[in-house]
């Protein structure tokens, strides 16, 4: 198994950062729908969950929210040709080629 990370980044100008709607944020109104559709599904292959959630600034012009979410996958050490299941390293591969 192996731990893969998907990482959003999330910018938004200060001089319009609060959404006149609701008066929060931009970058957390965004962190919010991201959270909510991409927590605990399963659209990159296996299920993703949010690990880290941290707000920023970048300098004096930008906000940052940067939203980490991590899922654990198969590293693909097996592989199935022509309905045989075997494991995916160079030495079987080598040697099958051979002879």
């Not at 292959?45 to 940067?66: A, E, H």
């Amino acid at each position: 198994m192996k731990i893969q990370q998907i990482i959003f980044y999330i910018l938004c100008e200060e001089k319009n950062n609060i959404e006149k709607l609701t008066g929060i944020a931009r970058h957390d109104l965004l962190a919010a729908e991201i959270i909510h559709t991409f927590n605990w599904t399963n659209l990159f292959g296996p299920k993703i969950r949010l690990i880290s959630d941290q707000p920023s600034v970048m300098d004096t012009d930008y906000s940052c929210r940067t939203l980490i979410f991590e899922q654990d996958t198969d590293n693909n050490l097996a592989k199935t040709y022509n309905g045989i299941t075997r494991m995916n390293n160079r030495e079987i591969y080598a040697k099958e080629s051979k002879g």
